[in-house]
């Protein structure tokens, strides 16, 4: 069993930055490809990016590559979501998913992940 609690989100100006935390209970955080995602109102959830075990291998949305970067610390049960170069479509709650599926095969396939964290709101004003 594995909990995410997420913190970070809030009110940014575009082109702004936040960075996104997801802090995770459990002794086997490393076992498991740690993932982003989001979902505006009235929409449905999106894929972000996600990371491997080891944070050797990422993977991004088209919409976020080049703007968003996804990094865990292994050491401190948590991954990270640093967003620059906010926009105001990138306003949504935003959820971080764990998932015992490899990287590559997880990906963007929400069903793949088997925890979710509560999300946080952030609201980019343009």
């Known amino acids: 069993q594995v909990q995410l609690v997420e913190s970070g989100g809030g009110l940014v100006q575009a082109g702004g930055s936040l960075r996104l935390s997801c802090a995770a209970s459990?002794?086997?955080?490393?076992?498991?490809?740690m993932g982003w995602f989001r979902q505006a109102p009235g929409k449905e959830p999106e894929f972000v990016a996600t990371?491997?075990?080891?944070?050797?291998?990422?993977y991004y949305a088209d919409s976020v590559r080049r703007r968003f970067t996804i990094s865990r610390d292994n050491t401190k049960n948590t991954v990270y979501l640093q967003m620059n170069s906010l926009k105001s479509e990138d306003t949504a709650v935003y959820y971080c998913?764990?998932?015992?599926?490899?990287?590559?095969?997880?990906?963007?396939?929400?069903?793949?992940?088997?925890?979710w964290g509560q999300g946080t709101q952030v609201t980019v004003s343009s």
């Open positions: 459990g002794r086997t955080f490393s076992s498991y490809v």
């Open positions: 990371i491997s075990w080891s944070g050797g291998t990422t």
């Open positions: 998913a764990a998932s015992s599926i490899p990287a590559d095969k997880a990906m963007d396939n929400i069903p793949m992940y088997e925890y």
